[in-house]
Nanobody, 115 residues
């Protein structure tokens, strides 16, 4: 099993930045991939960005060039740096860890982009 604890959400103005953090309860090298998903009201949960154990990254088209996923292996923590935020980025952001075929989720953190 993997426990995930997220932090860093909040309210920010359009054009602003936030950094989300997700601390995992086990060593990254035992996790195949980690990612960030988001879910806006009335919409399905969607992938925002992911990073594999080998360091390969993947981004959704709507955030490419604005968001950066990274990790600190020593801290078992993955980050999502979000720049140039837009109102449409408003959602609950969830951290995900995939171990073989099992998916684990954090509790979610709210990001609100509004003036």
């Amino acid at each position: 099993q993997v426990q995930l604890v997220e932090s860093g959400g909040g309210l920010v103005q359009p054009g602003g930045s936030l950094r989300l953090s997700c601390a995992a309860s086990r060593n990254f090298f035992s996790i195949n991939a980690m990612g960030w998903y988001r879910q806006a009201p009335g919409k399905q949960r969607e992938l925002v960005a992911s990073i594999t154990s080998g360091g390969s990254t993947n981004y959704s088209g709507s955030v490419k060039g604005r968001f950066t996923i990274s990790r600190d292996n020593a801290k078992n923590t993955v980050y999502l740096q979000m720049n140039s935020l837009k109102p449409e980025d408003t959602a609950v952001y969830y951290c995900n860890a995939r171990v073989r075929v099992e998916n684990y989720w954090g509790q979610g953190t709210q990001v609100t982009v509004s003036s």
